[in-house]
């Protein structure tokens, strides 16, 4: 079973991803998450009703009821953060993020980034990590060429289908 604290990452996740839907199931445990005009819906079930299972319901109902109101800033926010980046060059490749997540540049805090402005990558180079649920998730560049831009920044949450680099391909 899920432990609350669990479960409110997922509906944070949810919250700030473009997905209307999730569902996970797990040992006879299922939570179902909708978003419909920025309100998000949570629903557990358990084959085994017991009280621990009860209080994650009703905590869990709580930031959900709260959503609603995050949710609009958070797409003004999202909005904004776009708005100033500099017309891309229309030969440009864009290197999106495959998921919902938190952009690193380095393999860890420690280490140098994997690229910057100037860099030169192959179909195969990693040029970042987002990090989602705890799992470290490399992402290479799928294209060959110089990297131009960064557009985000370290230790940022990234959308699914964000531009994270921009690249002139070769």
Request: hydrophobic fraction near 40%; proline fraction near 6%.
């Amino acid at each position: 079973m899920l432990k609350i604290q669990e479960i409110r990452e997922l509906i944070k996740l949810v919250d700030q991803s473009s997905i209307d839907e999730f569902s996970y199931e797990l040992d006879g445990s299922k939570i179902k998450m909708k978003k419909n005009k920025a309100v998000t819906y949570v629903e557990e079930k358990a084959a085994i009703q017991n009280n621990e299972v009860h209080k994650a319901e009703e905590v869990v109902s709580a930031p959900a009821a709260a959503a609603p109101a995050q949710a609009p800033k958070a797409q003004e926010a999202s909005v904004q953060e776009e708005a100033p980046a500099p017309a891309a060059d229309e030969n440009l490749h864009k290197i999106v993020s495959p998921m919902v997540g938190t952009f690193y540049q380095s393999p860890s805090p420690d280490a140098g980034a994997y690229v910057k402005a100037g860099s030169k990558v192959t179909d195969d180079s990693v040029v970042c990590i987002v990090e989602a649920m705890k799992l470290f998730n490399e992402i290479e560049a799928e294209v060959k060429g110089e990297i131009v831009e960064i557009l985000v920044k370290d230790g940022q949450l990234v959308e699914y289908g964000q531009p994270l680099f921009l690249v002139k391909p070769e």
